[in-house]
């Protein structure tokens, strides 16, 4: 089964920018689905993005124009490029991975966006 794990995050300046990565292993990668979530305290966990085998994006009204989801089927790793971050944009990150009769979650990744 697929495995994977987060990378990335940290504490920036609103209006600067992250590039998260997860790195995917124990599977096919190219078979699934990749997306990325985040939780904010109190909140409930929310897709932020994602991308299929493809290379089909999808992504949340909130983060539209400013995040961009990709994927490198070669290094099995997919990646979010944050930019003109926001401090509402502060949250654990999650990388899941989805195909029929699977879903699997990363560790998270925390991003803070403060002055």
């Known amino acids: 089964q697929i495995q994977v794990v987060e990378s990335g995050g940290g504490l920036v300046q609103p209006g600067g920018s992250l590039r998260l990565s997860c790195a995917a292993s124990?599977?096919?990668?190219?078979?699934?689905?990749m997306a990325w979530y985040r939780q904010a305290p109190g909140e409930q966990r929310e897709v932020v993005a994602s991308?299929?085998?493809?290379?089909?994006?999808n992504y949340s009204d909130s983060v539209k124009g400013r995040f961009t989801i990709s994927r490198d089927n070669a290094k099995n790793t997919v990646y979010l490029q944050m930019n003109s971050l926001k401090p509402e944009d502060t949250a654990v990150y999650y990388c899941?991975?989805?195909?029929?009769?699977?879903?699997?979650w990363g560790q998270g990744t925390q991003v803070t966006v403060s002055s």
């Open positions: 899941n991975a989805v195909r029929t009769g699977i879903r699997v």
């Open positions: 124990g599977s096919i990668f190219s078979f699934y689905v």
């Open positions: 991308v299929t085998s493809g290379g089909t994006t």
